[in-house]
């Protein structure tokens, strides 16, 4: 059964930085397409980054030149690097594993950028 487990959401203010962790069990992480998600009260779930099995990655308009994803395949850990946060960032972060149906998610981590 594969599991992700987020970790790193917190609170800080506008100009600081994150970064988030994904820890994954039960699955090669790196042999899927992984991703962050994010989700801000009152909005849909958007894309914020993906990586694919060869390395490359993809961000959305809204977070290029400030995020960066990567992994660590021997820790099976995914990460989302996160600078010069702005408020709009404030969001609930999900992971997810794989595409389509067959995906995996994780529980999702907090993130508030506040004053």
């Known amino acids: 059964q594969v599991q992700l487990v987020e970790s790193g959401g917190d609170l800080v203010q506008p100009g600081g930085s994150l970064r988030l962790s994904c820890a994954a069990s039960?699955?090669?992480?790196?042999?899927?397409?992984l991703s962050w998600y994010r989700q801000a009260p009152g909005k849909q779930r958007e894309l914020v980054a993906s990586?694919?099995?060869?390395?490359?990655?993809n961000y959305a308009d809204s977070v290029k030149g400030r995020f960066t994803i990567s992994r660590d395949s021997a820790k099976n850990t995914l990460y989302l690097q996160m600078n010069s946060l702005k408020l709009d960032d404030t969001a609930v972060y999900y992971c997810?594993?794989?595409?389509?149906?067959?995906?995996?998610w994780g529980q999702g981590t907090q993130v508030t950028v506040s004053s």
């Open positions: 039960g699955t090669i992480f790196s042999r899927n397409v």
């Open positions: 997810k594993s794989g595409l389509g149906g067959s995906a995996t």
């Open positions: 990586i694919t099995p060869s390395g490359r990655t």
